[in-house]
């Protein structure tokens, strides 16, 4: 009982349907209570399950927000497609997936198992391991250039200077053991191209990034723009490794929950272990959405609703 599903057009509806059904989402989920807020990085667990975010940014730079789309939270694996973009710019589309791999695993996104299941030993940059084989790929001469080419890009996403969370990232560092033994065992096989520690802990870094669904939706929104930040005017990303991007999030974006997401919400997206969720609707634009309490798989609850809502009110699965 959602009301009718709008059939896909080329364009966003008019700006009073989309500000009308943002609010209009925001007052149907803002009372659901299901799901978990993240604690096993401690300082996600001071959350409050009630914060609650959405905004839509468009490809001709309007935006619409309700409830607390400028609250920032840590970008967490929203961070994950975004650096593979960065990467494939700089070293070409083909060398990254060479490097990393792009299939899906049907596996948890911490999972080892996707790691020795797969001959090549090549993941997706969705998952953790993908993720940090990708961050090993950052050019630059040290760890200090690696980490700014990224957070650098990162913020060319989002069309601001985005900034590190200390507490968030402190937190993770001191308990994200099971990364490093990842990105160890990856090094084992040749598919780290950086010192492990070194990739897990830039890894780290990118994920405790501070942003807010406004910027996912302006990250999302550069991403259907074909790679030129709508605020900004920026070109971020070249076209061609743009729609690569979308492919992978659309393959593994919510890992072993893809299918069903691309099923109902017809696609792509990626989700956050903060609460963070943004969905890219090519050629009309962004959708973020912030909402702390987690399924089982890590995915926003609130966050899935909503951009199922608002996926079939405004006419944006690509099915
Ligand atoms: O590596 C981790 O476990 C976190 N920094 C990110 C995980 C995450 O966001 C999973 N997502 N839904």
Same mark, same amino acid.
């Given at each position: 009982a959602m009301g009718p599903p709008a059939v896909s057009t080329g364009h966003l509806p008019p700006p009073g349907v989309v500000a009308e059904l943002v609010r209009e989402a925001h007052g149907r989920y803002g009372a659901v209570t299901e799901g978990r807020v993240a *604690?096993?990085? %401690? #300082?996600? +667990?001071? #959350? *409050?399950? +009630?914060w609650f975010g959405i905004c839509v940014a468009g490809v001709n730079g309007q935006a619409f927000e309700v409830g607390e789309a400028e609250h920032a939270f840590s970008i967490q694996s929203i961070s994950k497609p975004f650096v593979f973009a960065l990467v494939c710019q700089a070293l070409g589309g083909g060398r990254a997936r060479a490097a990393i791999g792009v299939n #899906?695993?049907?596996? %948890?996104?911490?999972?080892?198992m996707a790691i020795e299941l797969n001959g090549e030993r090549t993941v997706n940059p969705m998952v953790n391991a993908g993720a940090i084989a990708t961050t090993s790929l950052a050019?630059? +001469?040290d760890a200090q250039e690696r980490w700014r080419f990224i957070l650098d890009g990162l913020s060319r996403f989002a069309g601001r200077t985005l900034e590190m969370d200390e507490e968030v990232y402190a937190s993770e560092a001191a308990t994200n053991q099971r990364n490093q033994g990842i990105a160890r065992l990856l090094h084992g096989y040749g598919?780290?191209?950086? *010192?492990p520690d070194e990739a897990t802990d830039i890894y780290t870094r990118q994920c405790a990034v501070r942003v807010t669904a406004r910027d996912l939706a302006v990250m999302g929104a550069t991403l259907a723009d074909g790679g030129v930040n709508p605020m900004t005017g920026e070109r971020v990303l070249d076209a061609d490794r743009c729609r690569r991007v979308l492919a992978v999030m659309a393959t #593994?974006?919510?890992?072993?929950?893809s299918g069903d997401w691309l099923y109902e919400v017809g696609l792509p997206g990626k989700s956050g272990v903060a609460g963070g969720i943004v969905a890219i609707a090519p050629g009309k634009g962004g959708l973020g959405v912030f909402s702390p309490p987690l399924d089982a798989a890590g995915n926003s609850v609130r966050g899935q609703l909503v951009t199922r809502f608002l996926s079939e009110r405004l006419g944006l699965n690509l099915f």
């Open positions: *604690d096993y990085i %401690p #300082a996600l +667990a001071k #959350a *409050d399950p +009630a #899906a695993t049907g596996l %948890p996104f911490n999972s080892v050019p630059g +001469a598919r780290m191209y950086c *010192d #593994a974006g919510l890992y072993e929950q």
